[in-house]
Nanobody
Framework: QVLLVESGGGLVQAGGSLRLACAASGRTFSRYTVGWFRQAPGLEREFVAGVSWSGSITNYADSVKGRFTISRDNAKNTVYLQMNSLKTEDTAVYYC?????????????????WGPGTQVTVSS
């Protein structure tokens, strides 16, 4: 089992940057693919980015490509989401999620473990 906790959210102006972190418990964290998802009020939770076990493979939603970067440090049991050039439409609660698979799924139902989320608010 993996326990996840997100941090790094906050209020930022459009064009600014934030770095989110997802800290995981468990000695086998390196066996888990990790994804970042977000949910804005009134909308469904959507895939943002994912990273493979080793960190060598990544996947991004079209809406964040070129602006967001996902990475992981398995020695620290942490996955990061660097968010640059933030837009007001990036405002949402951001969640990290983990699945014990090599495949980076973009579907929420494929992830067994979720953190409680961290709020990101981008002002104009």
């Amino acid at each position: 089992q993996v326990l996840l906790v997100e941090s790094g959210g906050g209020l930022v102006q459009a064009g600014g940057s934030l770095r989110l972190a997802c800290a995981a418990s468990g000695r086998t964290f390196s066996r888990y693919t990790v994804g970042w998802f977000r949910q804005a009020p009134g909308l469904e939770r959507e895939f943002v980015a994912g990273v493979s076990w080793s960190g060598s493979i990544t996947n991004y939603a079209d809406s964040v490509k070129g602006r967001f970067t996902i990475s992981r440090d398995n020695a620290k049991n942490t996955v990061y989401l660097q968010m640059n050039s933030l837009k007001t439409e990036d405002t949402a609660v951001y969640y990290c999620a983990a699945r014990e698979s090599w495949f980076i799924s973009t579907t929420t139902a494929d992830y067994a473990y979720w953190g409680p989320g961290t709020q990101v608010t981008v002002s104009s």
